[in-house]
């Protein structure tokens, strides 16, 4: 017998026959070895039964030497099920494009929110994120991830102390908190300037107040040095004292430079790898060469896909090989030596405020113990060494 | 007459050479599988078909299968399959 899982492929048609010869008609179409299924009587006189589609014009033929009347019910099978797709094509194009487009829209960039800045400052973001690429109508995927834009932001921009980027849906909330500007010179209440560590005084300027010691005196951790007490004994007034007192302090700073040293860098070289990550199963896209870096350090982004508010199972993930190599620094004893005086010198820089100047250095000790060259340095420096402390006034 | 003597010589060679007879006498060959199909080979033609009743042509005389809710499964020049509800199978000769 035929298989007849065929004939869905190539479409077959319901026929009703009706008229007293059906069984007829039935032996004629057999004569012509055309094949018949589901033969179902279904009244008194009329037959239903299937037939291939390319045996129509067969059964026309044998249809007019009968005397039965045939009609088609239905057609089935590949070839209608097109010609029926094909005529709602309107309607299933409309359909995919509307996901589509939602799609699309769903990964769209499609607010900029800046709160916290003032205008000015605003501009300055506004003006930073159309470098960076962060726009209105940008493709989510095409951006930077939020740590970046955050990095970004908070590097290019002076003017602000912290940004907080949020990816909400479709907008980016950025919230800016701005540095506090200088304020204006307060009114200064009642105080002393007291040294704020032990120096030889080189230096002073008194704007307020009665100075208390003079240029090259030893002054001690705590000692006063502009009173804020003015006015002979008779008439006697409070201020805010106010100067500078530049005072020369010492340091000692002790420092450690193995002279080999073993680390790894990249060297530049990258391969970036995109992948469709559905649901834990990861389809590569771009990139399908594993990388020939001896050693290298995989960083992967991902992105989900969204769908209306809905992420989606989908994500969109890329993969960056970065290509590393060991290097092994070798000093000599003499290199070793200058790195760690700049570092010594960079170290001491940290601890200093502004405005304080390095005037002198001396080697207490050099020494090479353990591959490693250790030094202590003296340093001398001029510093502004006036500290406030408010005078309390009692009884 | 001479028919006669043909059917007789087949007769006897089916006899003697041991050959299925319905290959060789041009019989049908039938197969019910329970109450819900008959299978039916070498037939000459559909002669009635209703719901609880379907005649075959044979070579010799006609098949008469009475049921229920009868369908045709498919129909090839030379062979028919049956579905429903088979009661009587009768042999009517012609």
């Given at each position: 017998?035929?298989?007849?899982?065929?004939?869905?492929?190539?479409?077959?048609?319901?026929?009703?026959?009706?008229?007293?010869?059906?069984?007829?008609?039935?032996?004629?179409?057999?004569?012509?070895?055309?094949?018949?299924?589901?033969?179902?009587?279904?009244?008194?006189?009329?037959?239903?039964?299937?037939?291939?589609?390319?045996?129509?014009?067969?059964?026309?033929?044998?249809?007019?030497?009968?005397?039965?009347?045939?009609?088609?019910?239905?057609?089935?099978?590949?070839?209608?099920?097109?010609?029926?797709?094909?005529?709602?094509?309107?309607?299933?194009?409309?359909?995919?494009?509307?996901?589509?487009?939602?799609?699309?829209?769903?990964?769209?960039?499609?607010?900029?929110?800046?709160?916290?800045?003032?205008?000015?400052?605003?501009?300055?973001?506004?003006?930073?994120?159309?470098?960076?690429?962060?726009?209105?109508?940008?493709?989510?995927?095409?951006?930077?991830?939020?740590?970046?834009?955050?990095?970004?932001?908070?590097?290019?921009?002076?003017?602000?102390?912290?940004?907080?980027?949020?990816?909400?849906?479709?907008?980016?909330?950025?919230?800016?908190?701005?540095?506090?500007?200088?304020?204006?010179?307060?009114?200064?209440?009642?105080r002393n300037l007291v040294a704020r560590k032990k120096a030889v005084i080189v230096g002073m300027f008194v704007e307020k107040g009665q100075k208390q010691v003079e240029i090259s005196d030893y002054v001690n951790k705590g000692q006063l040095l502009v009173s804020g007490v003015i006015g002979n004994e008779n008439n006697q007034r409070v201020v805010g004292a106010k100067g500078k007192v530049l005072g020369e302090t010492w340091y000692k700073s002790t420092v450690e430079v193995p002279l080999k040293t073993k680390f790894s860098v990249f060297n530049g070289d990258e391969k970036v790898k995109h992948y469709i990550n559905i649901s834990g199963f990861s389809l590569p896209v771009w990139g399908f060469k594993k990388p020939e870096y001896k050693q290298y350090e995989v960083e992967s982004t991902t992105k989900p896909f969204k769908f209306w508010k809905w992420e989606l199972p989908a994500a969109y993930m890329s993969e960056t090989y970065r290509s590393k190599e060991q290097i092994t620094r070798v000093y000599t004893k003499g290199q070793a030596m200058a790195e760690a005086k700049k570092m010594a010198i960079k170290d001491l820089e940290k601890q200093l405020p502004e405005g304080a100047k390095i005037i002198g250095e001396k080697i207490l000790h050099a020494g090479v113990d353990n591959g490693k060259v250790k030094l202590s340095i003296h340093y001398q420096v001029i510093e502004d060494i006036a500290v406030g402390i408010p005078i309390i006034q009692g009884d | 007459m001479a028919r006669k003597w043909g059917q007789k010589i087949k007769q006897l060679m089916v006899n003697t050479m041991d050959l299925p007879q319905d290959v060789m006498m041009d019989l049908p060959r039938i197969t019910i599988i329970g109450q819900l199909h008959i299978y039916i080979e070498n037939h000459r033609g559909l002669l009635a078909f209703a719901d609880n009743e379907v005649r075959l042509m044979l070579k010799k005389g006609q098949l008469l299968i009475k049921g229920e809710s009868f369908v045709i499964k498919t129909i090839l020049p030379e062979e028919i399959m049956l579905e429903g509800k088979i009661d009587k199978v009768f042999f009517l000769d012609g």
């Open positions: 017998m035929k298989n007849q899982w065929t004939n869905f492929y190539t479409g077959f048609v319901k026929v009703k026959a009706s008229g007293i010869g059906a069984e007829r008609l039935i032996n004629g179409l057999l004569r012509k070895n055309i094949s018949i299924w589901d033969v179902k009587r279904s009244g008194e006189d009329t037959v239903l039964f299937c037939i291939e589609l390319k045996d129509i014009s067969t059964l026309r033929a044998v249809v007019r030497n009968s005397d039965c009347k045939v009609s088609f019910i239905e057609g089935r099978g590949i070839p209608f099920f097109t010609k029926r797709a094909l005529k709602y094509s309107g309607f299933l194009i409309g359909l995919l494009s509307f996901f589509i487009i939602i799609f699309m829209l769903s990964n769209m960039v499609w607010g900029i929110e800046i709160k916290g800045a003032n205008p000015e400052t605003e501009h300055a973001i506004r003006k930073e994120l159309d470098k960076i690429g962060v726009e209105v109508g940008k493709v989510q995927f095409l951006i930077d991830d939020v740590e970046t834009i955050q990095r970004k932001l908070s590097d290019n921009i002076k003017a602000v102390t912290w940004i907080g980027v949020e990816l909400k849906g479709t907008t980016f909330h950025f919230q800016v908190v701005e540095k506090e500007q200088p304020e204006e010179a307060e009114k200064l209440s009642p | -």
